[in-house]
């Protein structure tokens, strides 16, 4: 997987659940990780969090028990990998730009119906646009998936646009597009 989320549900000690955990194949190191649940920074401290990068059967969690499943515990995991013409995992450097000039290329012959983009060098929402509230030219409903419940009702901007190979930028907030920002992204093509 290029990336992966793990929740863990409940614990042996009665404690009740924990954060989403996000390991992604361009974070800076290996061991770094990020939290669905929250805007905070990835973390690149907690060396112990994935002691080696995904291969195609299997992954291995560290030893740091902080948000990890233990022995007993229940949780789940969810694996996303890049397949071609159909979704698309990767990431971006912001280039403060508004016009929709940055187009993100995903490989897409349709443009992309699902886009999720979150920014990895400082804090940042985990932005989602999706075709079914509207990816437009103009103003597009969106959801922060941190937060609860994600948005408020008639929530709006100008984050992306439509481009046949995946999206284009069409904001330089802080969330999306910020001068030399560092972003991961997850993409599925439109049908």
């Given amino acids: 997987p290029e990336m992966m989320w793990i929740k863990r549900r409940a614990n042996t000690s009665g404690g009740g659940s ?22 905070a920074a990835v973390d690149s401290t907690q060396t112990n ?17 902080g948000d990890f499943i233990g022995s007993g515990d229940t949780g789940m995991v969810l694996l996303f990998a890049s397949v071609a013409g159909v979704c698309k995992i990767g990431s971006y450097t912001g280039d403060g730009t508004t016009d929709g000039s940055k187009v993100i290329d995903c490989g897409f012959s349709n443009g992309a119906k699902f886009v999720l983009i979150k920014r990895a060098d400082t804090a940042g929402n985990w932005v989602l646009m999706d075709s079914v509230r509207g990816i437009s030219s103009f103003n597009d409903p969106y959801i922060y998936l941190n937060n609860s419940p994600g948005f408020a009702p008639g929530s709006t ?13 069409a904001s330089n907030v802080s969330d999306i597009n910020a001068l030399d920002g560092s972003y991961i992204f997850y993409a599925i093509a439109a049908s």
């Avoid at 924990?18 to 805007?39: C, E, G, I, R």
């Avoid at 994935?50 to 969690?61: D, G, K, L, R």
């Avoid at 901007?157 to 930028?169: H, K, L, T, V, Y």
Wanted: hydrophobic fraction near 35%; charge should be negative.
């Fill in 18 to 39: 924990s954060n989403w955990m996000v390991y992604h194949k361009d974070f800076p190191q290996t061991y770094s990780y990020a939290y669905l649940n929250t805007s």
């Fill in 49 to 65: 969090t994935w002691p080696s990068a995904p291969t195609e059967t299997q992954f291995t969690v560290g030893s740091w028990t």
């Fill in 157 to 169: 901007a100008d984050f992306i646009e439509p481009n046949s190979s995946g999206f284009a930028i």
